[in-house]
C-alpha cells in the first residue's frame, strides 16, 4: 500500500446601520470642529508597526485592526478565538482547544496543510513553513503573556512578511522593558463553567530599570487550569466514565532584555516559552449529518481520553541602530515547537474499518488509537534597512534567510494489539528560504502618495518517507531536492481628500512555498509490477503531482475609505475587496488515500468588511463591525470533491460585533459596565460532490457577553459572563463517509457559559 494511506488519521478538520452611519459621518465631517466637545471624550490615537514602520493606523492603505489583549483577557475573553469573533472580516474553525484551529482571512480558508496566516510575536514568526509539522491545525496563542496589543492585518502580505502571509498576518506586539521607572501587575481570574468546573489562571509582570536609561528587564508569567465541560461515557450504558476530559493546563514565561547602548542604537532580547496539556478535545459525536444534535448527550462523548502536549519555545534578538538615513535592523531567532499525541480515533476510523483492512474477523478491534508526534525547529535571521519618515520619498529594504527541519510520526494503535505492526510511518522534512524584498512611497503631493513592493525568494525543501507495517509499504524513501524562486508585489495609492479622512486602493499577492510531496497512486498502478509507486519520474497511476506539491498564489485587489471626525469622537474603516487564490495547496482523498496535491482552478472571492468607533458621550465607547463575503471555485475535482461554482468549506459568509462599554462613577470608585455581541455566519463543511464527507451546513449562531468592573487606586476588578445566555451551538463539524450508508459525524460546539472575577493590581 501507498504510504498516502496513512494521511487520513489525521483528522481532516483540515448592517445596513452600520453603512448608514459611515456615510451620515462623512456628510458631517467637515462642519464638526474640535472646540464643540469634550476634549477627554476623544478616542484615542493607535499606533501600529504592521507596515514595519510606526504609523497611525487610520494613516495606512490598507485593513488593519488593532487590540489591547487586557480589555479581552480580564473580562473572560482569553482566547485568540475570542478576539478573533470580534473581529471583521477574520474567521476561525475552532478544534476543541486553546492552540488548535485555523484562521482565514477574506475568503482565503486553511486549505492544505501548511498555515494561510503568518502568526508573528514582534517580528519573529511561529508559523511552519512546511505541510508536514501539523502547521494548519496548530497556531501560537499569546494573548496571556505581557503584550501591548494584537495587531490583525488583512489580505496578502507577501511582500513584508514572506511566505504562508496568504490571507495575511498576525501580531503580538509585546511591551518594552522599563528604563526609567519599575512597573509591574499580578492578577487573578477565576470562573465557572456551566457543565465543568472552577477554572484558575494566575499571572503577573514586573519590568526593572537595572541601570537607567540603559538597561531594562522584564519578567513575566502565567499558569493557567481550565476544567472541562466534556464527558467521557459509556456507550452502552450511558454511564460517565469520567467527568471533563477536555481539561487544559496551560504555563508560560518570558524573560525579556533592553540594552540602550548609545542614543542611537538598542539591543532587546527574548527568551520566551509556553505549553499546553490536555487529555482530549471538546469535539463529541452527533446524530448524523441531518442532525445537530450531539448523538449520546450535551457534551458527552464516547472516545476514550488520551495525552496531548504542545510546547513552543523562542529565542530572539533584534538589534536597532539608527542613523541620520536609515535605520539598521537585524533579528535573529530560532523557533521550535513540538507536538505530541495520544487519542482516541475510534469516532472517526471504526474499528471495523481497521479489521477489514487487516483481515481480522469483525469484531476483533474494539478501539482504534492514533499516536502522533510533530515538531518544528526553525533559525531566522533578518536584516533590514528603513528610512526616517519623510512628506517625499520613503523606503526600505530587507534580506530574509531561513533554515527549518521538521518531523512527524504518525503509529496506528488498535486495541487489542495485533500480532503484526498495524501501521507507522515518519516523514521528516527540510526547508531553506532566502528572500530580498524591498517597499518605496513617494508622496506626488501631500495629499497624495504611492507605494510599490516586491520581493524575491528563493525556496528549498527535501522530504523522506519511512513506513512500516501491515497497511503500509515498508521501507524509506527520499523524494529528492524541491528548489522554487517566488515573486510577490504590492501597489498602494493613499489621497487625503481631507486632513483627517482618505481613499486607498492597494493590489497585493500571497504564496505558499512549493515542497517535495507523497505521491497519492491508483490501485492499478500499485498492482503493476512495472510501477514504482514511489518513482518521482514515473508518471503513471500518479493521482496528485507526483513528487511535487508547487506554490500557490493569491492576488488582491482593495479599495477603502477611512479616518476620523474632526473631533475625533468617530472612527471608521469600510473595505472592498476581490481576490484570486490559484492552483492553491489543498489534501485530495482517492481510493481510500488521501494526500497534498494543488487544485487546478482559482478560487474567486469577493467581500466588504467595515469597522466603526464611536464615543457619542463622555465615558462611552462604541466598536461595531461587520462582514461578508462569496466565494466559489472556477473549475471541477472529483478527487477533491468539488463541483465548479462550489464555494470553499469552512468560511463563514458573514460575521459581525458590536462592543460597548460606559465608564461612570460609583460610590467614590471609577466603574464601567460593558457587553458584547459576535454574529458568525452559516457555512458549509464539505465540496457538493466529495466521496469521502457529506456536505452540510453549519449554521449562523449570536453569543452575547456581559461585564461590570470596578477600580479603586491601582487595583480594578472585573465580573463577567461569556456565552451569556448559554448557547449551545455548532462552530464546525465533519460528517465522514466511512462505508456505503454510514458515516461518523463530529461537531464542536461554543463553549458553555462562563461566569467569573478577575481582580489587577498595577504597581
Known amino acids: 500500500m501507498n504510504s498516502g494511506h496513512f494521511n487520513y488519521l489525521r483528522p481532516a478538520y483540515r448592517q445596513t446601520a452600520l453603512s448608514l452611519a459611515i456615510a451620515g459621518a462623512l456628510t458631517a465631517i467637515p462642519s464638526v470642529q474640535a472646540q464643540d466637545v469634550d476634549p477627554s471624550a476623544a478616542l484615542e490615537e493607535v499606533i501600529v508597526t504592521a507596515t514595519r514602520r510606526e504609523e497611525a493606523i487610520q494613516d495606512i492603505a490598507g485593513s488593519i485592526i488593532a487590540f489591547s489583549p487586557d480589555d479581552f483577557t ?98 503580538y506586539i509585546t511591551r518594552e522593558p522599563a528604563l526609567e521607572e519599575m512597573r509591574g501587575s499580578v492578577g487573578a481570574n477565576l470562573s465557572d463553567t456551566e457543565n465543568g468546573g472552577l477554572n484558575q489562571l494566575y499571572n503577573g509582570s514586573i519590568s526593572v530599570p537595572i541601570i537607567k536609561d540603559t538597561l531594562g528587564l522584564t519578567l513575566s508569567g502565567f499558569s493557567q487550569n481550565n476544567e472541562g465541560y466534556v464527558d467521557w461515557i459509556d456507550p452502552d450504558t450511558g454511564a460517565v466514565l469520567q467527568d471533563g476530559i477536555n481539561e487544559t493546563e496551560r504555563k508560560g514565561y518570558a524573560i525579556d532584555m533592553l540594552y540602550r547602548f548609545s542614543d542611537r542604537g538598542d539591543l532587546k532580547l527574548k527568551v520566551l516559552h509556553d505549553e499546553n496539556e490536555y487529555d482530549a478535545r471538546a469535539r463529541i459525536e452527533l446524530e448524523g449529518p441531518d442532525s445537530d444534535d450531539p448523538l449520546y448527550g450535551d457534551f458527552q462523548t464516547s472516545s476514550q481520553p488520551g495525552f496531548n502536549k504542545v510546547e513552543y519555545d523562542n529565542y530572539a534578538l533584534t538589534i536597532n541602530y539608527e542613523w541620520n538615513w536609515a535605520t539598521l535592523t537585524s533579528v535573529s531567532s530560532l523557533i521550535e515547537y513540538n507536538f505530541t499525541s495520544f487519542s482516541d480515533i475510534s469516532s472517526s476510523l471504526p474499528p471495523f474499518v481497521v479489521d477489514g483492512a487487516l483481515g481480522l474477523p469483525p469484531g476483533t478491534t474494539e478501539r482504534v488509537g492514533l499516536d502522533l508526534a510533530s515538531d518544528s525547529k526553525k533559525y ?52 531553506t528560504e532566502y528572500a530580498v524584498y524591498g517597499n518605496i512611497t513617494y508622496f506626488v503631493s501631500p495629499d497624495f502618495d504611492i507605494s510599490l513592493g516586491a520581493r524575491i525568494s528563493n525556496h528549498e525543501s527535501e522530504l523522506e518517507l519511512t513506513q512500516d507495517g501491515a497497511l503500509t509499504d515498508p521501507g524509506t524513501t527520499s523524494f529528492g531536492n524541491n528548489d522554487d524562486t517566488v515573486a510577490t508585489y504590492s501597489l498602494a495609492a493613499r489621497y487625503r481628500f481631507n486632513e483627517n479622512n482618505m481613499f486607498y486602493g492597494s493590489i497585493a499577492s500571497g504564496y505558499r512555498p512549493a515542497s517535495a510531496s507523497i505521491p497519492v497512486v491508483s490501485p492499478e498502478a500499485e498492482e503493476d509490477p512495472d510501477v514504482d509507486p514511489n518513482d518521482c519520474s514515473n508518471t503513471v497511476g500518479l493521482i496528485n503531482n507526483g513528487c511535487e506539491l508547487d506554490s500557490d498564489e493569491v492576488w488582491s485587489y482593495e479599495a477603502g475609505i477611512k479616518g476620523e471626525s474632526g ?118 463543511t464539505s465540496f457538493s460532490d466529495s466521496e469521502n464527507n457529506v456536505n452540510t451546513t453549519v449554521d449562523e449562531y449570536v453569543l452575547a457577553d456581559l461585564n461590570f468592573g470596578l477600580t479603586f487606586n491601582n487595583i480594578s476588578g472585573q465580573l463577567y459572563a461569556t456565552n451569556l445566555f448559554d448557547e449551545m451551538k455548532l462552530q464546525n463539524r465533519r460528517d465522514q463517509i466511512v462505508g456505503p450508508g454510514m458515516f461518523t459525524s463530529l461537531g464542536v460546539y461554543t463553549q458553555p457559559r462562563t461566569v467569573g472575577v478577575s481582580i489587577k493590581y498595577d504597581f
Not at 514582534?122 to 501560537?140: I, K, Q, R
Open 567 to 684: 473631533s475625533s469622537l468617530f472612527r471608521y474603516d469600510l473595505a472592498l475587496w476581490y481576490s484570486e487564490f490559484k492552483d492553491f495547496q489543498t489534501i485530495i482523498t482517492a481510493f481510500g488515500t488521501s494526500g497534498n496535491a494543488n487544485y487546478d482552478g482559482t478560487l474567486k472571492a469577493y467581500g466588504l468588511d467595515a469597522q466603526a468607533v464611536m464615543s457619542p458621550l463622555d465615558g462611552l465607547d462604541i466598536t461595531a463591525g461587520i462582514s461578508w463575503n462569496d466565494n466559489e471555485l472556477d473549475g471541477d475535482d472529483a478527487f477533491l470533491g468539488a463541483v465548479s461554482g462550489d464555494q470553499h468549506p469552512n468560511i463563514p459568509e458573514a460575521t459581525a460585533s458590536l462592543r460597548a462599554s460606559y465608564a461612570f462613577m460609583l460610590g467614590g470608585l471609577d466603574a464601567t459596565l460593558g457587553g458584547g455581541l459576535r454574529y458568525v455566519g452559516k457555512m458549509d
Open 380 to 431: 531566522i535571521q533578518e536584516l533590514r534597512l528603513t528610512s526616517p519618515q519623510s512628506d517625499s520619498l520613503e523606503w526600505l529594504a530587507g534580506f530574509y534567510y531561513a533554515d527549518e527541519e521538521t518531523a512527524e510520526s504518525q503509529t496506528l494503535m488498535p486495541d487489542p494489539v495485533p500480532d503484526q505492526v498495524t501501521g507507522f510511518v515518519n516523514f521528516p522534512s527540510e526547508y
Open 74 to 171: 480580564e473580562i473572560g475573553l482569553g482566547t485568540l478565538r475570542d478576539m478573533i469573533e470580534y473581529t471583521p472580516g477574520v474567521s476561525f474553525i475552532d478544534r476543541g482547544v486553546i492552540g488548535q484551529g485555523s484562521i482565514g482571512i477574506r475568503g482565503i480558508p486553511q486549505a492544505g496543510n501548511t498555515p494561510v496566516v503568518g502568526i508573528y510575536v514582534d517580528d519573529v514568526p511561529m508559523s511552519t513553513n512546511t505541510p508536514y509539522a501539523s502547521g494548519a491545525e496548530l497556531y501560537y496563542d499569546g494573548l496571556l503573556g505581557d503584550v501591548e496589543r494584537v495587531e490583525m492585518v488583512k489580505g496578502p502580505q507577501g511582500t513584508l512578511y514572506g511566505s504562508v502571509a496568504v490571507g495575511g498576518v498576525v501580531r
